[in-house]
């Protein structure tokens, strides 16, 4: 008993008030009721992916290009349960039950990032993520999306760690577990590849010339498997980009949209004037709305073929597309408010909107990551003023649960067959 104070989980949750740990039961059975009913809250298509791949768990070292192009460490985890587990069913309960980690591990990076916030409003924000669909469904119906994300948000959890101890003359243990894990979750979703480049930009940024080189060193071997894969699997390679950039930007900026628009709307409406004075700019208006005139002209996307869930909700209620186009104008304008004045933020953001160009664009592609990245890396104080008001980050809650509920009754009546 006398280590018992040393306990990490003890230490960490001691604070945490009694309520916001029943709120993540709660959360936590919602989840293992979305199990028993076969909850694919996010479009449909993560259980078509789980039983098309599932061969690929069944065994995961006979090549399969025929049915997957993604990176393969997700169907060597999911085999090597499944060969213990030796069921469908228990595979995805132990899905389930490691899903309960990703929001823990959210809040553990909110605490390293905002070590002033309170504690329960930290924990209380980070449950978000149980309403995240894509997130709750690749858990569910085990998928690369939710593996990835655990390796994700493990990654940053020991960025966090190196940042705040400036150790930036020698390859540490946590800067190393930072290039490992997010190795790992390119090895999983290769679309992570491009939140890595943002992270070699903040190691050129922050190391020693002599450290860096050597990081990159580390990141190169990491990376020959990638080569590797890509070289004798291109398809990986080939179903990862689409020149046409402009139905990419559009769909890209619609999709975040969806994430940006509460945090933004939420914090103007507690401070209207103030808000209204540090964000208005005729100039980035206009520009937003030009942008979207004029790559509309081009705009040729698929929306069958995913677009986010703007792009449904526009063409099923208005028929027409003109509510995702103003979703794009707002995307646009609301990542001015993020970029201005910051060259982190224009960058990742740059390698976000570019970077993910793809013939697919679907809502999954950025839960709960952008969530994940506007908290921990985007610097912005309308994100820190959500987390520093209780209300604020509870009616950002029930936004989310709006949209997971919405998610749910879609799954339910397929309405997107009508499109």
Known sequence: MKNFNKNIFFREYKDISLFNKYLFVFFSLTLLIGLYFGEDSSGGGTIIDFHQTFPM?????VF???INWHFPLHFYIAGFLYNILGSKIFLKFSFVISSYCIPILFYICLRNRYAKIDKNNLFLFSLILFLIPALRTSAIWPNPHFTAT???????????????KKNFNQITKNLFLTILLMSLAVYTR??????????????FKKLEFKTFLKTSLLILFFALPGF???????????LSFDLKLYNSVLVNVSIISLYLIPFYFIDFWFKKKIFLKENISFKAFLFSILTVLILSIYFDYNYRHGGGAFIKLSLLSLDNLYLFYLTSIVGIYLFFLLCKNNLDNFILTSLIIFGFSATV?????????MIILFFIFYKSETFENVLKNKKKITYSLLYFTIYLLSAIVNDIYNFNSSL
């Open 57 to 61: 768990v069944e065994n995961p070292f």
């Open 228 to 238: 590797y894969l890509i070289f004798t699997w291109p398809k990986t390679l080939t």
């Open 150 to 164: 655990f390796f994700f948000i493990s990654s940053l959890i020991y960025f966090a760690k190196w940042e705040k």
């Open 190 to 203: 290769q679309l992570y590849a491009l939140i890595f480049l943002f992270l070699v930009f903040i190691f």
């Open 361 to 369: 664009l679907t809502q999954k592609y950025f839960e709960p990551m």
């Open 64 to 66: 399969r290009g025929d």
